[in-house]
RNA sequence: GCGGACGUCGCAUAGCCUGGUAUCGCGCCGGAUUUGAAAUCCGGUGGUAAUUUACCGCGGGAGUUCAAAUCUCUCCGUCCGCGCCA
C-alpha cells in the first residue's frame, strides 16, 4: 500500500508510474477524490464533537451543583449535536473504507531501473553465470531422472494426498537435506540471523504482506482455526514486526529463514509442469531484510550478490534476469529473477526471485522507525536464497551422467557424509 | 481441555474499587553545559487533520451513560497452576 501522502502530494509521481505500467489513472483519481471528501468530513465531524466536548464539560459542574435545569439544558444540546455526529461519522468511515479498498490495489512506485514490457517477454538479461554444460548423451529430464531413480514417488503422495505433493526418497532427499543446510550456514555466515518462523498465519497478518486475491489462489486455509499455511517464510518473516516502531540503531535487521511453503496452485495445468518443478509443497531457505530507505537499494543488490555467489559454489548454469513492468506485479518496485539452466528441456526457468518491496509492506502493516520528526516507514526485501525442490530440479539435469546417476555439486559432498554421486533406490 | 490472574504510547508502570484533562520511571531524539564523553539541567517522544489548535486513542467489538482506561457483555491474546502431549 502507498503511503496517502504520495496522493495528496506527488500524485504525478503515481501518474508516471501508471503509465510506464500501461494502465489508466481512474484508481488514483478515485483514491485522491475520496481522500478530499473523507478530510472534509471527518473534519466537520471533529468540529462538531468539538461543540459537544464544550458542552459536556458544563455538566460536571452542574450536576455537582444540583442544577437540573442547566443539567437539561446542556443534555438537550449535546443530544442533537450526538446525532450529527453519528452520521457525519457513519460517512466518513464509509469514505475511508472505500478509499483504501482501492488504494491497497494501487501497485508500488517502479524503481527507474526496471525496462519496460507487457510481460515475461518484456524482462531483460542482467547478466549470465556458469558454463554451460555439454552432454555426450541427450540429457534427460528431471522427471525422467526421478522416476528411472525412484527418488520421488508422485503416485503414492497422490493416494495419500492429492496430486502435487511427493515423497522424495534415498539420496535425492539426503540432497535437499544438505541443500537446507548448505544455504542456511551460508547466508548466515554473511551476517543475516537465522529464524525459523511459524508455518501458519492468522487472517489478519496475512493481508499486510499479499495480495487479496492470493487468498482464494494460493494459500491453504485451515479450519476450524481460520489460519492460512504459509506460502514461503517471506510472510511471517517480515510480518514479525508488524505494528512495531522500531529503533532506528537496530536496523538493518537481516533474517535467513527456512520453512515449508504451500501453495495451492489453483490453475496450474501442463506438460512443463510435472515432475516436481511445480508442487504443494516444497522447502525454501529465505533472505529477509528490514531496512532504513536510504539502504534498501543497496541491500537489495546485496541480496542479489549472496544468490549469485550461492548459485555459482553449486556450480550451475543460471542468468540473471531484471523484470520488467508487466511482470512485476504490485508490491515488488524491482526484481531479479534467478532462472536456472534445465538441459533436459532446454530452457532457463525461475528458481530464486529477489525483491525490493520498498515500503509498500511496511505502510500496510505499520511497520515504522523512529525518526526525529516522528516514526516513517521502513522498508522490506526479501530474496530467495533456495527454494529446494527447483534446485534439486536444476542440479538433477545439469549434472547427470549417462546412467542416470547425478553427480553431488562438490560443496554438498561433505554434508552428503562424502557421497559423490546419488544412486538409485530400490523400491 | 480445566481453574486463576492479567492486557494502559518503544519498554515498564499508576489510574479502575468510587465514571468527568493519560501518571511516574527507563530508553530514544533535540538543546544547554563540556576539548570530547559521562554526569546534570531543559524540551520533545501514540494516530489523524485544515497542525500555536482540534479530534481520536488505554487488546478488538458491542452495550449502559450527558460522559467509559474505569461499569456490563463478548471475542482475541498473554502469564501462572493442573491435565494431555512430540
Not at 473523507?38 to 451543583?65: P, V
Request: aromatic content about 8%.
Amino acid at each position: 500500500m502507498l503511503d496517502i501522502r504520495m496522493f495528496r502530494d506527488h500524485a504525478d509521481v503515481i501518474r508516471a508510474d501508471y503509465d510506464k505500467r500501461g494502465i489508466p489513472h481512474d484508481s488514483i483519481d478515485a483514491v485522491i477524490s475520496l481522500d478530499e471528501a473523507w478530510r472534509k468530513s471527518q473534519y466537520d465531524a471533529d468540529q462538531l464533537r468539538r461543540k459537544r466536548n464544550e458542552a459536556a464539560r458544563g455538566i460536571a459542574a452542574a450536576k455537582k451543583a444540583g442544577d437540573e435545569e442547566a443539567f437539561a439544558l446542556i443534555k438537550s444540546e449535546v443530544d442533537s449535536i450526538a446525532s450529527e455526529i453519528e452520521k457525519l461519522g457513519v460517512k466518513a468511515e464509509q469514505l475511508q473504507t472505500e478509499r483504501d479498498a482501492i488504494r491497497m490495489s494501487v501497485p508500488n512506485i517502479l524503481h527507474e531501473s526496471v525496462p519496460a514490457g507487457n510481460d515475461e517477454e518484456g524482462n531483460t538479461q542482467h547478466s549470465m553465470h556458469g558454463m554451460k554444460p555439454e552432454f555426450s548423451f541427450d540429457p534427460r529430464t528431471h522427471n525422467e531422472l526421478i522416476e528411472m531413480n525412484k527418488w520421488v514417488d508422485l503416485p503414492r503422495a497422490a493416494k495419500v494426498a492429492g496430486s502435487r505433493f511427493y515423497f522424495l526418497k534415498g539420496d535425492l532427499a539426503r540432497l535437499d537435506l544438505a541443500l537446507q543446510q548448505y544455504a542456511v550456514d551460508f547466508i548466515n555466515s554473511k551476517g543475516y540471523t537465522f529464524v525459523q518462523p511459524p508455518a501458519m498465519m492468522n487472517r489478519h497478518a496475512y493481508e499486510g504482506v499479499t495480495d487479496l486475491g492470493d487468498f482464494e489462489s494460493v494459500m491453504y486455509n485451515v479450519q476450524p482455526d481460520g489460519l492460512y499455511t504459509i506460502a514461503t517464510s517471506e510472510h511471517p518473516l517480515t510480518a514479525m514486526f508488524m505494528d512495531e516502531v522500531i529503533e532506528p540503531s537496530l536496523l538493518p535487521i537481516k533474517m535467513v529463514g527456512v520453512s515449508p511453503c504451500f501453495r495451492r496452485e489453483v490453475g496450474a495445468h501442463g506438460q512443463g509442469d510435472k515432475g516436481i518443478w511445480r508442487v504443494h509443497q516444497f522447502t525454501k531457505i529465505e533472505q529477509i531484510i528490514i531496512s532504513h530507505p536510504d539502504d534498501s537499494w543497496d541491500f537489495h543488490e546485496e541480496l542479489l550478490t549472496n544468490c549469485v555467489e550461492l548459485w555459482n559454489n553449486l556450480g550451475l548454469h543460471y542468468e540473471v534476469v531484471n523484470i520488467c513492468t508487466g511482470d512485476m506485479g504490485t508490491v515488488a518496485a524491482k526484481k531479479y529473477d534467478l532462472e536456472a539452466w534445465l538441459p533436459g528441456r532446454g530452457e532457463y526457468k525461475e528458481v530464486v526471485s529477489c525483491s525490493n518491496c520498498t515500503d509498500y509492506q511496511a505502510n500496510r502493516l505499520r511497520m515504522r522507525y523512529r525518526t526525529p520528526d516522528g516514526n516513517s516507514a521502513v522498508h522490506t526485501l526479501n530474496s530467495t536464497a533456495v527454494a529446494t525442490s527447483r534446485a534439486l530440479v536444476a542440479i538433477m539435469e545439469q549434472y547427470q551422467l549417462e546412467d542416470g546417476r547425478v553427480q553431488v555439486p562438490e560443496c554438498l559432498i561433505s554434508r552428503m557424509n562424502g557421497k559423490t554421486h546419488l544412486e538409485p533406490c530400490e523400491w
